[in-house]
């Protein structure tokens, strides 16, 4: 789990400007809403960055695009 955290915080970081005290709380509550998930890094992963955008975004399918032939 502890890679699927690191990962999570990595790409967040990418997102969001946060202070080292807000990286830590952030990182402490990503760990307790985790915790208790049995499920591969990867899985883990996307759900924590889940979590950490909220539940107000939508997720969105990309769009085909091209026209069918």
Known sequence: M??????????????????PEEQRITRLKLER????????????????LR???GPDRIARRRRMTREPT
């Open 2 to 19: 502890q890679s699927a955290v690191d990962r999570v915080m990595q790409t967040y970081a990418l997102m969001a400007n946060l202070t």
């Open 33 to 48: 809403h985790l915790a208790g998930m049995n499920a591969d890094d990867k899985t883990l992963a996307v759900e924590g």
């Open 51 to 53: 979590y950490l955008r």
